[in-house]
């Protein structure tokens, strides 16, 4: 597992136990912005294995109906596949990429590089260490700070 730079074998592991293995290691090391991104992401992921509740269900019953004792009232929850976690964790990246694009006065600058920098935390997680940082004069760089894949020297 690694967070920013931190590289560990990760061979067999699904994508949402190492960004929950990744989220101790990031709030050892101080790093807001994986802090952020990562819960986030761990959040979204949560909710989307949240079970619809009926609307026969949100009308209340008596008290005397009520169900009683440790998680009487738990619902079972989803269990979402490998592909779904990454589509969320894609759509995470996605929608913070998105939002620092849309952010182009210079009063938002630095929340927007903030979001780059979330976006590029998920990437890694996603991507493994071939996702770094574009420079600010590369070729078709929309915008400064922006995340691009770069292949590994064996893919070339």
């Known amino acids: 597992m690694w967070v920013r730079g931190r590289d560990r074998s990760v061979t067999g592991m699904s994508l949402r136990l190492r960004l929950?293995?990744?989220?101790?290691?990031?709030?050892r090391a101080r790093d807001k912005v994986a802090v952020s991104?990562?819960?986030a992401t761990l959040s979204a992921l949560d909710n989307a294995e949240a079970v619809p509740v009926g609307?026969?269900?949100l009308r209340g019953v008596a008290l005397e109906a009520a169900p009683?004792?440790?998680g009487a009232t738990e619902a079972l929850r989803r269990e979402l596949g490998e592909r779904e976690v990454l589509a969320i964790v894609r759509a995470e990246i996605d929608e913070r990429l998105d939002v620092a694009a849309q952010l182009t006065d210079s009063a938002h600058a630095d929340r927007a590089a903030r979001l780059r920098a979330e976006a590029e935390v998920l990437l890694r997680?996603?991507?493994g260490p071939d996702v770094v940082q574009a420079p600010h004069s590369a070729p078709?760089?929309?915008s400064p700070g922006?995340?691009?894949?770069?292949?590994r020297p064996a893919d070339m």
């Not at 922006?146 to 292949?151: E, G, I, K, M, S």
């Open 37 to 39: 991104a990562l819960r």
């Open 125 to 127: 997680m996603v991507d």
């Open 20 to 27: 929950r293995q990744a989220l101790p290691e990031a709030l």
């Open 55 to 57: 609307a026969a269900e």
């Open 68 to 70: 009683v004792g440790a």
């Open 146 to 151: 922006a995340v691009r894949r770069v292949p």
């Open 140 to 142: 078709g760089n929309s």
